[in-house]
């Protein structure tokens, strides 16, 4: 089994000559600006700010790395906030398509989608660019304890729909307020993670 309490900061990244070797499995963090990602992170690895919440959308600017037990947890740069200015975007752009093009353990990406919306555009365009990559990635919907559950029921149905294109994708529902959905979504890093080979 995976330890998710024993994780620790080891690095950050800003551009793409700044990222660290991966040596472990890497189970990356993305959705956009304000998804809850943070949160997330936070209640898997049982820590109250172990990945900063930010007030303001945008401003993780770097990619960030923690040791979490026998993987390496990535943590992406939130994406799709309009008010980051055209170098910073430019930058941004560098440092994501250079982690992604390099030799690294990719092991399993958890994409980020709100509950309570259809995902945006840039929600989608990433879903195809895991998909027709080959990335091993799982759908992971905040925000659960805003909806009543037939609503819940209605956006599973919605974003099911929507990405029938698309076989195999795997949903977990989650709630950063009650932790619903917490351990379903650890078993699914852990048996990703137990199964591949560096």
């Known amino acids: 089994m995976i330890n998710f309490n024993k994780a620790e900061f080891t690095a950050a990244a800003g551009t793409s000559r700044q990222l660290q070797a991966s040596n472990k499995p890497e189970v990356i963090f993305c959705g956009r600006s304000n998804v809850g990602k943070s949160s997330l992170i936070n209640k898997l690895v049982n820590r109250k700010s172990l990945a900063r ?3 303001t ?3 993780t600017a770097t990619i960030n790395f923690f040791d979490v037990d026998k993987f390496c947890l990535v943590d992406l740069p939130g994406y799709g906030y309009a008010k980051v200015s055209r170098s910073e975007k430019e930058r941004w752009a560098e440092l994501m398509e250079g982690y ?3 030799d690294r353990n990719f092991c399993l990406v958890v994409q980020i989608v709100d509950m309570r919306h259809p995902p945006t555009q840039d929600d989608l365009n990433m ?3 895991l998909y027709s990559n ?3 990635f799982i759908i992971v919907m905040t ?3 805003k909806l009543k559950k037939k609503a819940q029921q209605e956006s599973i149905h919605r ?3 929507l990405l029938a294109e698309y076989e195999g994708i795997e949903l977990y529902p989650f709630s950063a307020l009650n932790g619903e959905g917490t351990d379903d979504i650890k078993e699914a ?6 199964n591949f080979e560096i």
């Open 53 to 55: 919440v930010s007030a």
């Open 57 to 59: 959308p945008g401003k």
């Open 100 to 102: 992604f093009a390099q």
């Open 127 to 129: 879903i195809e660019f």
């Open 134 to 136: 080959g990335f091993d």
């Open 143 to 145: 925000k659960k304890d």
């Open 159 to 161: 974003i099911t729909e």
């Open 189 to 194: 890093i852990t048996e990703y993670v137990e």
